[in-house]
T-cell receptor
């Protein structure tokens, strides 16, 4: 069965600290996508990144970076020099390719609070 | 570009009452999704449309939930009758196709008392 685990329920940091959000997934498929979404207090889910299972290159976008390791089924997300505006709930998600449905399986989310 | 529009933003009803939510996806987006997000959990897919056809409704409680997407544009999700456990945020999302990332609306927060 497909499953996404975000073991960290809540993380609090002080501005300018680096923080890593963990994501571990389970799937029987060899082809799949992994995602990170941000949910600010306004409620909408904001797409951050998508990675397919054949691309294990790490990615950096500004202060954000992602580390994808198939060997450990992990797709971790690091925010460097965190800012108050980064405060939100972050969701990791999995979708499987090649099926009739492309639904996202979400983790339970990690609430990040960045204090000034 | 305008985002995914949802209404109402909040709704409070008593159990056994009926409620309907409306979603207008981004113009031109063929795929539309309804997700249910219970407090403290990640969103869970209820139903997925491709144009006006249903792709996946395997997790939709069909005895009380129904959804339609007439004309392949906006969509309505209905609950009849509502139960206490239906209290959640109902999120609508759309994408231009089935391989592009989803764009989510702000959601409708439903409280069933």
């Amino acid at each position: 069965a497909q499953k996404v685990t975000q073991a960290q329920t809540e993380i609090s940091v002080v501005e300018k600290e680096d923080v890593t959000l963990d994501c571990v997934y389970e799937t029987r498929d060899t082809t799949y996508y992994l995602f990170w979404y941000k949910q600010p207090p306004s409620g909408e889910l904001v797409f951050l990144i998508r990675r397919n299972s054949f691309d294990e290159q790490n990615e950096i976008s500004g202060r954000y970076s992602w580390n994808f390791q198939k060997s450990t089924s992990s797709f971790n997300f690091t925010i460097t020099a965190s800012q108050v505006v980064d405060s939100a709930v972050y969701f990791c998600a999995l979708s499987e390719l090649g099926r009739n449905t492309d639904k996202l399986i979400f983790g339970t989310g990690t609430r990040l609070q960045v204090f000034p | 570009e305008a985002g995914v529009a949802q209404s109402p933003r909040y709704k409070i009803i008593e159990k056994r009452q009926s409620v309907a939510f409306w979603c207008n996806p981004i113009s031109g987006h063929a795929t539309l999704y309804w997700y249910q997000q219970i407090l403290g959990q990640g969103p869970k897919l209820l139903i997925q449309f491709q144009n006006n056809g249903v792709v996946d409704d395997s997790q939709l409680p069909k005895d009380r939930f129904s959804a339609e997407r007439l004309k392949g544009v906006d969509s309505t999700l209905k609950i009849q009758p509502a139960k206490l456990e239906d209290s959640a945020v109902y999120l609508c999302a759309s994408s231009p196709d089935r391989v592009s990332p989803l764009h989510f609306g702000n959601g409708t927060r439903l409280t069933v008392t």
